[in-house]
């Protein structure tokens, strides 16, 4: 009634607007607007905190070579295109990196009988994780794990959502960001991974915010994984730029407090300098 539905010969479509000014004297009439601190009152402390993992901490991806040279290739082609495959083969690349930490992580949260989340950004990625942290689940008794990404059918996620909330632990929910970090209610975790850092800071923000809502119990950990040396300094460094303005626009102290965490990377004009250095070093033959 309110997205202009018209029936196209296979089923509906939503594309535009209708009936607005009703729609908007029925919000009106439902609206209730509580702040995010107000909300943060009746909740357990959230924790944040940063892991930097140095270059000797780090898997050393050599599947990864083939893709980033042909990802450099398309850049030479020219185009925004190609520069921002380049980009994503290079988080992806960094991503990669990160995975024993994560899996060793994840086992001893699980071997405490935790309840454990962990996000990446992109499908493929997700995929790795899930493979790779199976075995891990599948050494803890009791334990139960599950994983959906983009593609899963919503259906199939509101269900495993349920399984995941109603489980008392050990248990691992693995997916992307984007397909779990708006409008889902994850609040009943101990542990959240955040493996791959989004791009914008209003992501950022919505990944967090699954874990703090009305009704949690547990004391969520929200643990930020970066690589150093990787293209990973280079997307903190954009955050640590765009946050300032999200939390004085918005007047949201997530933003603020967030910027804090990641305040600890080294964001100085020598970290643009040593990520060329690093995708240099990786695209060299």
Known sequence: RYCAGQHNGYGYEYLGKSNTEELGDRLRQVKVRVSRDEVNKHLPKKRREVIRLEVSEQDKPSAMKREIAKAQKAVKSGGEEGRESFFETLLMEAASRKHSYIQDRVFSALKCGQKVTVFSGRRLDCERLASRLKKVADKIPGCEMWWARGGTD???????RHEYMSHPGPCLLVGTGDAWGESVDLQDTD????????????????????????GQKRAVLVSYVIARTTADEGVADLLLDKLPHVGEIGEDVAAEEIENALGG???????????LQRIAQLTSP
């Open 154 to 160: 919503p259906a199939d996620r509101d269900d495993i």
């Open 265 to 275: 990377v080294d964001n100085s004009e020598g970290a643009g300098e040593r990520l």
């Open 191 to 214: 542990l959240a991974l955040i493996a791959m850092l989004p791009w914008t800071p209003d992501k950022v923000i919505q990944w967090e915010g699954r874990f703090s809502r009305l």
